[in-house]
């Protein structure tokens, strides 16, 4: 079946625009994560959302980053005032539950969307 | 800072040989460790996994070993295929607080010469 995918796959801005990156999981998985994997780097935590909740946003690095998954499917994370220290691949991860990771809870990953901030 | 840490950018092993990848963590509360493989323009693919309460873990020619008082774990390919060419990250994962995440390391290249 069709895996996790991520629109767009490259995104340039200007420093100071607004983005907005989409992921679409997997039919029937009820978590959704985000990660950030800036270069040289292994992907950070950003959120997880399990249903249309965000359950844990620890990992947003400031109130510049947003993310919504109004109907328990399709998330975007929208980044505000974006700035170049932004600029990394974003990834999307969907699993069937939420709870921890485990070999019955395997977390399956996007290709990502490469930002680029100018 | 780097709660899981993989200490070599890159190792290049000849075909036929075993690769062996490295990584050690700082966090006692990680309970859960996994193995993901990356290509080029693809997200992370997961290749194995080990719970805390077993040392070790086999799946065909992947191998990963676990040692808990070390806070170390390896990854072990045999034989290695030119196919296994990628970027191995290693991950980790909390009980309790944060068990939903992963937190990775810096990654390693693999790179395996025909």
């Known amino acids: 079946g069709a895996g996790v995918s991520q629109t767009p796959s490259n995104k340039v801005t200007e420093k100071g625009k607004y983005v907005e990156l989409r992921c679409d999981p997997i039919s029937g998985h009820t978590a959704l994560y985000w990660y950030r994997q800036s270069l040289g780097q292994g992907p950070e935590f950003l959120i997880y959302f399990q249903g249309t909740g965000a359950a844990d946003d620890s990992g947003l690095p400031n109130d510049r980053f947003f993310a919504v998954r109004p109907e328990g499917s399709v998330s975007t994370l929208k980044i505000q005032r974006t700035e170049r220290g932004d600029s990394a691949v974003y990834l999307c991860?969907?699993?069937?539950?939420?709870?921890?990771?485990?070999?019955?809870?395997?977390?399956?990953f996007g290709p990502g969307t490469r930002l680029t901030v100018l | 800072d780097q709660q899981v840490k993989q200490n070599s950018p890159s190792l290049s092993v000849q075909e036929g040989r075993i690769s062996i990848l490295n990584c050690d963590y700082t966090?006692?509360?990680?309970?859960?460790f996994l193995w993901y493989k990356k290509y080029p323009a693809e997200g992370p693919t997961f290749l194995i996994s080990i719970s805390s309460i077993k040392d070790k873990n086999e799946d065909g020619r992947f191998t990963v070993f676990l040692n808990k008082s070390a806070k170390h774990l390896s990854l072990h390919i045999v034989p290695s295929q030119p196919g296994d060419s990628a970027v191995y990250f290693c991950?980790?994962?909390?009980?309790?607080?944060?068990?939903?995440?992963?937190?990775f390391g810096t990654g390693t290249r693999l790179t395996v010469i025909p």
């Open positions: 991860a969907s699993s069937l539950n939420g709870g921890p990771a485990s070999s019955y809870n395997e977390q399956f």
């Open positions: 966090n006692s509360m990680f309970d859960y």
């Open positions: 991950a980790a994962s909390p009980s309790g607080t944060g068990a939903n995440n992963l937190f």
